[in-house]
């Protein structure tokens, strides 16, 4: 009698656990964003897809015209006919996300904005926002029409050592106001480096990108640069374009150097398909102190007396999905940030001054 006392205890300690362990599960996948994804041409939509099959997010739905490149994700990662889609709308006609990513030309940014924001739907796009001001402008209209959220994913917003370069200079004033800036971003070129077909086929393109390595890299600068200068708009941009490789980008530039000028400090923004290697980093100067966030987990300090590496700590939003999830609760209220709407509608204005400065071969006012 004791001993089956005994058994059934543990079957119901047993069952206990099974059930917690499942309500805990449960839970753990209610909370998971539930997004729909617009377009499948953007090579940057295979991190999305890693997130997904590692259980950190719930996708619905998938809008992809192209037959053989739904075809080539649904092989890779065995995603099922029934979250396919042709069209936005159709695909938002079915479901019901938390937010819509765009992995699309950044010309067609606009479009799923205008596709979503009636129904009330926010967007993260990935970068930059839009390829003209007029797009950019329009989206900011449409965000606050409709009471959407409207941001933009970089892969430099998550790395922690821009964050401590950003915490240094504005939080602590530990090298005194900030005198010049460099960014350094690129690689050997979307050729050279394996680019998917359906990427190339509007990354080279100077209407669907808006151009080529001035606004694929030098985005990256000038979204930094804003975040760091607290939303300022530069006084003046400067910009030269180089094609050294025509035979491999006939459309548009491959090397961009874009010159911010702010009433006391300057800005220097080198954006490449040439570097002999992947690179994106961030130097800032200071009145008293230098730093140079070599990646992103890399920050070296430097003052007057000593050269020293300096710790990053772990970010609160350690990546696209985190921060969105957060920005959709109304957890994030600084407009002064790397994905803001604010923020990017400033990147977009030095972008167009940039081709517009290395178009007529001279600086652009912008106040």
């Known amino acids: 009698m004791k001993s089956n006392i005994h058994c059934y205890k543990i079957l119901c300690r047993s069952f206990l656990m099974i059930t917690l362990f499942l309500l805990l599960c449960l839970f753990s996948f209610s909370q998971l964003l539930k997004v729909d994804v617009a377009g499948l041409n953007h090579d940057h939509a295979y991190g999305l897809m890693q997130q997904y099959k590692k259980g950190e997010v719930i996708i619905l739905g998938i809008a992809e015209p192209n037959a053989e490149l739904v075809a080539r994700y649904k092989k890779l990662y065995q995603l099922p006919d029934s979250i396919f889609y042709t069209t936005i709308s159709g695909m938002l006609d079915h479901t019901k996300p938390d937010a819509v990513l765009a992995y ?24 930059p926002l839009a390829t003209t001001v007029a797009q950019s402008e329009r989206m900011a209209s449409l965000a606050e029409k409709y009471h959407i959220q409207i941001l933009t994913n ?8 821009n964050h401590e370069v950003y915490d240094l200079t504005n939080e602590q004033h530990a090298i005194g106001d900030v005198r010049k800036m460099v960014v350094h971003d690129g690689h050997q070129g979307p050729v050279e480096i394996g680019c998917s077909k359906y990427f190339l086929e509007w990354l080279t393109d100077p209407v669907k990108n808006g151009g080529g390595a001035l606004m694929d890299f030098g985005c990256y600068g000038a979204d930094l640069m804003t975040w760091l200068m607290h939303d300022e ?5 400067t910009a030269v374009t180089k094609h050294i490789k ?19 400090a300057t800005g220097i923004i080198e954006a490449s398909w ?17 730093l140079h966030a070599l990646n992103n987990n890399t920050l070296e300090r430097r003052d007057t007396t000593a050269y020293y590496k300096v710790d990053t700590r772990p970010l609160r939003y350690n990546d696209n999905l985190a921060y969105l999830a957060a920005a959709l609760k109304g957890d994030v209220h600084d407009d002064n940030d790397p994905s803001s709407l604010k923020t ?10 940039a081709r517009e400065s290395a178009k007529l071969g001279k600086k652009v006012l912008l106040k």
């Open 246 to 264: 025509p035979n491999i980008y006939p459309k548009v530039d491959d090397d961009a150097t874009i010159l911010l000028e702010y009433p006391k």
């Open 274 to 290: 040439n570097w002999p290697f992947g690179i994106k980093d961030f130097e800032v100067f200071g009145e008293k102190g230098y």
């Open 233 to 237: 708009m530069p006084v003046s941009v």
């Open 104 to 127: 699309n030309a950044i010309v067609d940014h606009l479009s799923v904005v205008e596709t979503c924001a009636p129904r009330h739907i926010s967007v993260m796009v990935e970068k």
């Open 344 to 353: 990017n509608l400033i990147v977009v204005k030095i972008l167009e001054a």
């Open 154 to 161: 970089y892969e430099t917003t998550w790395y922690p050592s």
